[in-house]
């Protein structure tokens, strides 16, 4: 199979985060924080040096402020969430995913909150910064941005939105699902309040993991309570992060894959990784874009200002439909509207939905031009484009 | 004075990152439970030997929430 769903989950895995979850079952079996035996703080070293190997790779220096959560749609409900229970105005850009857009419509229609979507231009940063200062209100709380658009990969200027926000009084929340580990980002230069990453996409970890880092851990509220390891005779949930926020037993096999993928992520370079992941993307869309019967809905994917992301779809069918043909041509690829409503309204794609190519940086050069020559003989062949669903 | 102390933390978290800060430093630290000992809730406690008042500013330099501090 050709896999090209790295928006949706890396895949494969690398071979380091593999025997990290595998050694996890034998060297960390324990459960870390609850005990007080050799395994149990074995493990809990363990936990803490993946705390600390993503404070280096996104520049925070306190790793008990950095939450492990299962992915990062739990991380952002978490501190949209926190700040929006007390009231306020948000604003959002017209690209987010729906685990931005749906929490905060919940708190809207509880009557809570106000947000406000500001309209995006691809490529010029200083025009879309204008948009959302356009929108900023004396009580505008929080402006929440996603670092890369995972339906057109159309990336959003981070740390001028972030000067924006604190200029404003306000904070500063990046969804990095589409860029944690193919971008530089650092907190503390782009002025983020709240980062929120999935562990099992760029940073290369397994399903089930995801970060919420943070450098205003006071405004942080507990979203599941319980069983946190400390204070265990008071019923009040604990306040100090990172535990206030990790009621349960933690994912010990998938912080121990996560670990190492971040390793791999730290070692690489993820501007080295981004710019060839870049390369490959841009290849495919050059190839496409020469391909009669392709119909492209994204720009060439130019790492400054784009993730390796391409939005398109065969001939008359749908985004589904291109994905099923490419499915039963052992092509991995994402056919519908990608959990992203705003995206596909703005586009106008919300009829039709895309068909989503996402380069990994696991993908190879081979893979982009077999890729290529499979969806040549697609077109080419005309008994393919009949809809047969 | 150089003994041992211990230093009683809130949380497994606090424990370990004030573990690696003083072994960072030089000093002999290392985690053990015993809710006895530490009442503040987890029960972790950094073991560590050396100057109290240095010991206890490198911890607090680091961000480590010290709840108490005794000798061992």
């Not at chain 2, 000992?37 to 010290?66: D, W």
Request: net charge negative.
């Amino acid at each position: 199979m050709l896999y090209f769903d790295n928006s949706a989950t890396s895949y494969p895995k690398p071979k380091s985060v593999m025997d990290a979850v595998s050694e996890s079952f034998l060297y960390y079996g324990a459960n870390p924080g609850r005990s007080g035996h050799s395994l149990a703080m074995k493990t809990a070293e363990k936990v803490f040096e993946c705390r600390e190997n993503a404070g280096k790779l996104f520049g925070i220096s306190e790793p008990e402020n950095i939450v492990f959560t299962k992915n990062c749609t739990e991380a952002l409900n978490a501190v949209i969430m926190s700040i929006g229970e007390k009231g306020g105005h948000f604003i959002i850009s017209d690209l987010e995913h729906n685990s931005v857009l749906r929490p905060l419509y919940e708190l809207k229609n509880r009557g809570i909150i106000s947000f406000s979507v500001a309209e995006t231009f691809e490529g010029d940063f200083e025009k879309t910064v204008k948009s959302y200062e356009n929108l900023m209100r004396s009580d505008t709380k929080m402006i929440v941005a996603t670092g890369a658009s995972n339906v057109f990969g159309t990336k959003l200027p981070v740390s001028m939105l972030g000067k924006t926000a604190h200029e404003h009084g306000a904070l500063f929340l990046l969804d990095g699902a589409q860029t944690a580990g193919s971008e530089k980002i650092d907190m503390e230069g782009e002025n983020i309040d709240f980062l929120c990453v999935p562990g099992h996409k760029g940073l290369l970890g397994p399903m089930g993991t995801g970060l919420l880092l943070t450098k205003r851990p006071e405004l942080m509220e507990p979203q599941i309570f319980g069983g946190t390891g400390n204070f265990s005779l008071l019923p009040k949930q604990p306040k100090e992060l990172p535990e206030m926020m990790e009621s349960g037993t933690l994912n010990v096999p998938g912080i121990c894959g996560l670990s190492a993928g971040i390793d791999k992520v730290l070692s690489e370079g993820e501007e080295n990784i981004g710019k060839r992941e870049a390369e490959l993307a841009c290849y495919i869309w050059d190839e496409l874009d020469k391909m009669g019967g392709i119909k492209l809905f994204s720009s060439r994917p130019e790492y400054r200002t784009h993730a390796p992301v391409i939005s398109f779809v065969i001939g008359d069918f749908s985004g589904e439909e291109t994905a099923r043909i490419l499915s039963e041509n052992n092509i991995a690829a994402r056919g519908g509207f990608h959990c992203s409503a705003l995206a596909h309204f703005k586009a106008n794609t919300e009829k039709r939905g895309t068909c989503r190519i996402s380069v990994g940086t696991m993908n190879s050069f081979d893979e982009a031009v077999k890729l290529i020559k499979i969806i040549a003989s697609i077109i080419k062949n005309n008994n393919c484009l009949q809809n047969n669903s | 004075m150089i003994k041992d102390y211990y230093f009683l933390l809130s949380s497994i978290t606090s424990a370990v990152k004030g573990e690696k800060i003083l072994e960072k430093n030089g000093y002999r630290a290392h985690v053990f439970k015993d809710s006895s000992i530490n009442p503040y809730g987890c029960g972790y406690i950094i073991k560590a030997r050396g100057n109290r008042e240095n010991m206890e500013e490198i911890l607090k330099n680091g961000g480590v929430r010290i709840n108490e501090i005794r000798e061992a």
